[in-house]
Nanobody, 120 residues
Framework: QVQLVESGGGLVQPGGSLSLSCAAS????????MGWYRQAPGKERELVAS???????NYADSIKGRFTISRDNAKNTVYLQMNSLKPEDTAVYYC??????????????WGEGTLVTVAS
């Protein structure tokens, strides 16, 4: 069994910053790519940022230059530093990880989500 546990969401004013973290635990053989998605009310879930095990990153155009994704492979943890937040960044943020639970089985896993609200 694998769990992804997110933390760090909350309420922040426009222009402010928040930092999210997500730790994977359980029966883990190896963690491949990790990432953050978000889903705003009435919208589909979208990729925010992803990072490979060798630290290659990919960002959505809407957050480039404002958000930074990083990871600590020793802790199976991924982070998302969000700066210059805008009201349109308001969403539930979900952690995602591609995890091998044995030498022959891999699957995507999701966290339960953490709410980020940007409002004055």
């Amino acid at each position: 069994q694998v769990q992804l546990v997110e933390s760090g969401g909350g309420l922040v004013q426009p222009g402010g910053s928040l930092s999210l973290s997500c730790a994977a635990s359980g029966r883990i053989f190896r963690v491949n790519a990790m990432g953050w998605y978000r889903q705003a009310p009435g919208k589909e879930r979208e990729l925010v940022a992803s990072i490979t095990s060798s630290n290659n990153t990919n960002y959505a155009d809407s957050i480039k230059g404002r958000f930074t994704i990083s990871r600590d492979n020793a802790k199976n943890t991924v982070y998302l530093q969000m700066n210059s937040l805008k009201p349109e960044d308001t969403a539930v943020y979900y952690c995602n990880a591609d995890i091998w639970t044995s030498a022959s089985y891999r699957a995507p896993y999701w966290g339960e989500g953490t709410l980020v609200t940007v409002a004055s």
